[in-house]
């Protein structure tokens, strides 16, 4: 059983700052890829940032570019994501994604394996 687990979520004002954490687990854990991805109400899961971990590249939707970064620790199976200069809009539950191998391009939810359950993300005006 895969589990992914988010963490970090909470309450700021615009331009805070909040890091947000998702730790796999799991007997059979094997990651090729992590996401993030995000959801406000109302509107459609959104493509937030990616970590492949063989060489660590990234890839950031063009709404976070140069405020958001994503990090990742291979030896506890986590990825980090440092959200900085916050804006309302980008209030939403963060999600987290794993991919077990490469299943298509990172933007579309449905090339992940495994999700975790959400973290709230709210940032007001």
């Known amino acids: 059983q895969v589990q992914l687990v988010e963490s970090g979520g909470g309450l700021v004002q615009a331009g805070g700052s909040l890091r947000l954490s998702c730790t796999g687990s799991?007997?059979?854990?094997?990651?090729?890829?992590m996401g993030w991805f995000r959801q406000a109400p109302g509107k459609e899961r959104e493509f937030v940032v990616s970590?492949?971990?063989?060489?660590?590249?990234?890839f950031y939707g063009d709404s976070v570019k140069g405020r958001f970064t994503i990090s990742g620790d291979n030896a506890k199976n986590t990825v980090y994501l440092q959200m900085n200069s916050l804006k309302p809009e980008d209030t939403a539950v963060y999600y987290c994604?794993?991919?077990?191998?490469?299943?298509?391009?990172?933007?579309?939810?449905?090339?992940?394996?495994?999700w975790g359950q959400g973290t709230q993300v709210t940032v007001s005006s």
């Open positions: 799991g007997r059979t854990f094997s990651s090729y890829r």
């Open positions: 994604a794993s991919a077990s191998r490469y299943l298509g391009p990172d933007y579309i939810p449905g090339n992940y394996d495994y």
């Open positions: 970590f492949t971990w063989s060489g660590g590249s990234t």
